[in-house]
């Protein structure tokens, strides 16, 4: 069946440009993650969706960062006003929630590039 | 913070033998996830294994779990090129909404 999918893959922005990043998750999946990849370490959590609704934005590093879910299916990533050290590979991830196994469902990753 | 911390930080290996990773925690859990990175496929869920469990199987995979000394260890036997990648481990709490905390890996080379 379909994986998560997320575009675009790659993105380069200039410094100061919004830009939205794309994520569908695996149909029937309720909760949805957002993770940052920083080159050479591991994904850190930015935010968690329940459906629609955002339970979890401890990890957004900043107010540029905003993430959003509105019919609790495909999510949007938006940075706003873009700085270098948000050059990173973005990842969502998706899960069934069944049994709080918790296995999570990873997409490909938007790669942005922040010049 | 429920995030592992992965020993060794690399691991060079030839194909056919064993690799033995191990991951680190510090508080109480309710399960610890491994996923393996690659460039070819992405993050990839591996196993999971219960507080409640101790050891578990799946194809070439072994994973142990010590509650006892917060520790977990993914053994795989008879390593391909192929599974050369980035190894995480994500041990996982009551107190978590789900997400994932995860450490800096474990890079694992397989040479042919």
């Known amino acids: 069946g379909a994986g998560v999918s997320q575009s675009p893959r790659y993105k380069v922005a200039k410094r100061g440009q919004d830009v939205a990043l794309r994520c569908d998750p695996i149909s029937g999946h309720v909760s949805l993650f957002w993770y940052q990849q920083a080159l050479g370490q591991g994904p850190e959590f930015l935010t968690y969706?329940?459906?629609?609704?955002?339970?979890?934005k401890s990890g957004l590093p900043s107010d540029r960062f905003f993430a959003e879910r509105p019919e609790g299916s495909v999510s949007t990533l938006k940075i706003q006003r873009t700085q270098q050290e948000d050059s990173a590979v973005y990842l969502c991830?998706?899960?069934?929630?069944?049994?709080?196994?918790?296995?999570?469902?990873f997409g490909p990753g938007t790669r942005l590039t922040v010049t | 913070s429920q995030q592992g911390e992965e020993d060794p930080q690399a691991l060079s290996i030839q194909e056919g033998e064993n690799a033995t990773m191990n991951c680190s925690y510090k508080t109480s859990i309710n399960n610890l996830q491994w996923y393996r990175q690659n460039s070819g496929r992405g993050l990839v869920h591996l196993i999971l294994i219960r507080s409640n469990e101790r050891e578990k199987h799946s194809g070439r995979l072994r994973v142990t779990l010590d509650t006892s000394k917060k520790s977990s260890s993914l053994l795989i036997t008879a390593s391909r090129a192929a599974d050369t990648a980035s190894y995480f481990c994500a041990p996982h709490g009551s107190s978590n909404t789900g997400k994932l905390i995860f450490g800096q890996g474990t890079t694992l080379q397989v040479k042919p």
């Open positions: 969706f329940q459906n629609e609704a955002q339970l979890d």
């Open positions: 991830a998706s899960s069934y929630h069944r049994d709080r196994t918790y296995e999570q469902y």
